[in-house]
């Protein structure tokens, strides 16, 4: 029995009716940047050509994933200008040995969600293991960090995702992940797949 988040759902229909927060909240030809205007269209129209692709390979051999769970809508946005992550300690160095073990065997996909926005914002893939020299996130407060790819930059409901749960988490949906949840081989790949419909199904603006 998969583990149903009655108040979860509550949570974001309320959402959904007055509003959501994130990367492509509001109209459909206009992007804001978690809720603050057009801060991030400059960075995200300068990767219109690389992002969001119509079609992605969601049967991929081999490859890791894992939710990324932001406390700070303005350490994603930093993320998407510059292409770097970091998480705490315990998520640097589950995330860095999870690249180092894959190796050249395949990607490891990381999952972006916003705590309490009740969506994914977007996904990216890890290029490099962790460089402890470098600091990321408000005022440098997260120490060590590592290159990402932007694959999608999209806002993505928890109820496009709510229906996979993670045996690795007590069976319970993968929207109610903490940071650096590991997200099974499976259930990754039906991430990857609910994230490429979805964003055929609306039609983003960066593709227009």
Known sequence: MGFV?????????????????????GNMGQMSAFGGGNLVSTEVMRLKETINPAHLECNPKAARFFVIKSYSEDDVHKAIKYGVWAST???????????????????????????????FSGMAQMESALDYTKKFGASDKWNGTFAIKWTFIKDIPNNQ????????????????????????????????????????????????
């Not at 979860?8 to 509003?19: I, L, T």
């Open 161 to 208: 995702f709510r229906h996979i749960v993670l045996a690795n988490n007590e069976g319970k949906p993968v929207t109610n992940s903490r940071d650096t949840q590991e997200v099974m081989f499976e259930q990754g790949k039906e991430m990857l797949r609910r994230s490429e419909e979805h964003t055929s199904e609306l039609q983003s603006p960066l593709q227009s």
């Open 89 to 119: 300690d315990t998520g640097n160095r589950r995330l860095d040995t999870a690249y180092r073990e894959m190796g050249n065997q395949g990607p490891v996909y990381l999952f972006f969600s916003v705590n309490a926005s009740g969506q």
């Open 5 to 25: 988040d009655e108040r979860g759902m509550e949570r974001d229909r309320e959402r959904a009716r007055n509003g959501v927060r994130g990367v492509r909240s």
